[in-house]
Every structure is written in structure tokens, then in C-alpha cells.
């Protein structure tokens, strides 16, 4: 999959296309959920019956950090995560440009002038969409200005979930509320962050609970309630089950930070300055602090053991 980092100064377009015409996603696809997903899934079986390239066009910063920088929502996804997962569904070419002023103060017949460099043959995008200076631009004007051009576009109706449709607004507020089934449904996979595994107090280790400890924040990133969780990690192309606590470990008093601490099931390696991606399966319980050593220990082997048991009671089922 190859990268282009800039689309208004951009001149080697032909070289970076290889000379392909394209079919492209537009979005914002700031979640990659199931909505983001049905228009890049149409986008790519439309490249691939008319021998196109897909291009999916995305923005590096949510749009709001140059707009109302005060109401940047909090992440859903890692730079990191997205390009894997968008490499993943078969994009050929990923235009992840910054949402600057220089893009943002565009109108929506320049906005589309500046997409033709990418030679395109069909437009996909959701039933919400808006493009140009102040989102002035909508679907009805692009299947407009495709007829007049003459390029086809493709407009997907937004997916629904218990009633209403899938958004990423949605879905943060369903992290928040610790209803990780709901997040799931609507994002297609289970909740996930990523992080460096850092160094902690190794206190883990010596109960018989090593962890791989990823500092988190509630500024930039979506987060469930502190808790301990069911979980599951990718490492090294595989995938592995565990139990997490995500939060401040009350039972001590000196963890300055929110962290989250993950003891891998039948795991053992060195995991220190690995870049792990984290999924929230089930809550199992709140944290909270014990009276003794001996009292974590042994709470520690039931949450390990109901976090087993979930795994194996969800073991080969779509999980909701």
C-alpha cells in the first residue's frame, strides 16, 4: 500500500498512482467502524470489477483540531492501527493528508479538482457526507457533478444498530458507559488500544501475575471504566487471551498515572518496549483495594479463572 502525505502541493501523482486509475473512499473513517468499513468494502469490489485501484482519503488529525479545537474527540484508533487495518481491507493507495487551513478553506468544485489528480473513475462515500469550505458541499452535489463530469458515485446508506446509525460519536459514549458489547457491534471487532510496554514495579511478578503495563490517557484516548477486564493481544501475528487491570491499583499508593496491566494466559517472554494492541472483551469487575497481599493474590486467581472461563465459553462464537 503506498502513502501519499500531501494532496494540494503534491506533483508526483503520476509516479505515486503508477499511472492506475482510481476508485475513491472518502471519509473521515476517524473509527474504522462497521459504517467506515461498508464504504471502503464497496469502494474496493468496485476497483477490483473495472480494474481500478482503490484509494481510500482520509485525514491525519480530526478535522476539529483546526475547526473547534476544543471538541477534538478522544481517539478510537491509532495512526499505527488504522493504516494496518486499512492494508488489511485491500487499499491500494492511502491518502492521509493533515486537515489544514490551506485544505479546510476549499470550496467544493476546488476539493474535487484537487481529488482529480488521483485520476479517478467513481467516487464512494456514506449518505452524511460533506466536503468544502464549511462541509458546503454534499452527496446531492457530487452525484451532481458526477453526472455533469461524467464519473459514477457511489452513495452508501448509513448502517444502523438497535435503531439508529452507527457513529463514532456512538460508540465513545458507549466506552465511556463500559457497554463494550454495543461498541463492539458497531465497531465489527472488540474495542482495542495500543501502547509501548513500559517498565513497572514488577509486583506482578513476584504474586505470580507478570504483566505488560501500557501507560494510557484519557485526554486523547476512548477508554472504558477502570476495571479489570477480559482481554485479548496481539503479538507477533498472534493472538493471545489474558486479564487486564485498566486503572490506578488503589491497593498501592504510589502509581501516579492511569495504567493498564495485562497478564498474558500461558505467556512467557519479554515484552518491554513492544508495541502491543490491547481489546476489551468483558468487564469482570470494578477495582478496588485490598486489606492484604494475600487478598489481591487470591482475587487475582478469580478474575484470571472468569476470564478463562469467558474465552472458553465464547470460543468459536461471533461474540455480540
Known sequence: MKIIKDLINNTDFPDQTGGVPTVIALGTFDGLH?????????????????????????????PFTLINPCAVPQSLISPAEKIRKLKELGVDLLVDIPFDRQLAVLSPKQFLQQLRKLDFRCLVCGANF??????????????QNGHIKGFEVIVR???????EPVSSTRIRRAIAAGDLADAEAMLGRPYSVEGIVQRGFRRGRTLGFPTANLYVSRNGTALPPGGVYAMTVQYDGKLLQGVGNLGMNPTFDDVIR??????????????????????????????????SLDALKDQLEQDREEARRYFRDTAGTDRP
Open 34 to 62: 462497521r459504517g467506515h468499513i461498508d464504504v471502503i468494502s464497496h469502494a474496493r469490489d468496485y476497483a477490483r470489477e473495472h480494474g481500478l485501484q482503490l484509494a481510500v482519503l482520509t485525514f491525519v488529525n480530526h
Open 130 to 143: 460533506s466536503y468544502g469550505f464549511r462541509g458546503t458541499g454534499n452527496t446531492g452535489m457530487l452525484k
Open 157 to 163: 446508506p448509513l448502517l444502523e444498530y438497535r435503531g
Open 258 to 291: 492511569e495504567v493498564l496491566e495485562i497478564n498474558l494466559f500461558d505467556f512467557h517472554g519479554d515484552l518491554y518496549g513492544t508495541t502491543l494492541e490491547a481489546g476489551f472483551c468483558k468487564f469482570l469487575r470494578p477495582e478496588r483495594r485490598f486489606a
